[in-house]
């Protein structure tokens, strides 16, 4: 394969991811950081390939930035969507999985992640018929749990399953799925 071959599969990947984001209503400051693309040629995407009336609405502002969200009581959606960003790999099991060799986490915005990303969050709104997270929120929860600063994935003793808890939090709440203790360690997970 010659090196324009690559160079053409990778240019089209990030058009493809773009148009998937753009699709999900992302800001234009994510698909940037996801794909590599200017904000010129995202706008040009946008006016090309989005009719006007299709439905997609471009958001302003900054993205979303307080994890309270993910942490309010009746927050299955948010443990639903973990598991899928689980599930398609764009949030390691443990978080020193996630780490450089200097103790930093990875960084997680690339092009193989935008696309696992695409697919974990459209697997969520189809699981989760009334879904009320919306892309950006998914994205940050992507972001906070690869980070493992703020909040976290502990693990059921009894069922396995993945809740997400705050990272400094003085008592450990029960398992959402079935009410048992979790793990004290984040370095568990689900193949320990």
């Given at each position: 394969?010659?090196?324009?071959?690559?160079?053409?599969?990778?240019d089209?990947?990030?058009?493809?991811?773009?148009?998937?984001?753009?699709g999900?209503?992302?800001?234009?400051q994510?698909?940037?950081?996801?794909?590599?693309?200017?904000d010129?040629?995202?706008?040009?995407?946008?006016?090309?390939?989005?009719?006007?009336?299709?439905?997609v609405?471009?958001?302003?502002?900054?993205?979303?930035?307080?994890v309270?969200?993910?942490?309010?009581?009746?927050?299955?959606?948010?443990?639903?969507?973990a598991a899928?960003?689980l599930?398609?790999?764009?949030?390691?099991?443990?978080?020193?999985?996630?780490?450089?060799?200097?103790?930093?986490?990875?960084?997680?915005?690339?092009?193989?992640?935008g696309?696992?990303m695409?697919?974990?969050?459209?697997?969520?709104r189809?699981?989760?018929?009334?879904?009320?997270?919306?892309?950006?929120?998914?994205?940050?929860?992507?972001?906070?749990l690869?980070?493992?600063?703020q909040?976290?994935?502990r693990?059921?003793?009894?069922?396995?399953?993945?809740?997400?808890?705050?990272?400094?939090?003085?008592?450990v709440p029960?398992?959402?799925?079935?009410?048992?203790?979790?793990r004290?360690?984040?370095t568990m997970?689900?193949?320990?």
């Amino acid at each position: 394969m010659r090196v324009t071959d690559d160079r053409y599969n990778r240019d089209r990947l990030r058009l493809e991811i773009a148009l998937r984001l753009i699709g999900h209503e992302a800001r234009t400051q994510t698909i940037r950081r996801w794909t590599g693309l200017s904000d010129d040629r995202i706008r040009k995407l946008v006016r090309s390939y989005i009719r006007p009336g299709a439905g997609v609405r471009r958001h302003r502002g900054k993205s979303p930035q307080q994890v309270g969200f993910f942490l309010r009581g009746g927050s299955d959606d948010a443990h639903a969507l973990a598991a899928m960003l689980l599930l398609f790999g764009v949030v390691p099991p443990r978080p020193a999985a996630a780490r450089t060799p200097d103790g930093a986490p990875s960084p997680l915005p690339s092009l193989a992640r935008g696309r696992q990303m695409c697919e974990a969050y459209e697997t969520y709104r189809r699981v989760v018929p009334q879904a009320r997270i919306d892309f950006e929120h998914a994205v940050f929860l992507a972001i906070a749990l690869n980070a493992a600063d703020q909040i976290r994935l502990r693990w059921c003793h009894s069922c396995d399953a993945a809740n997400i808890t705050e990272h400094s939090a003085l008592r450990v709440p029960p398992c959402r799925a079935c009410g048992a203790a979790l793990r004290d360690t984040v370095t568990m997970g689900p193949d320990h």
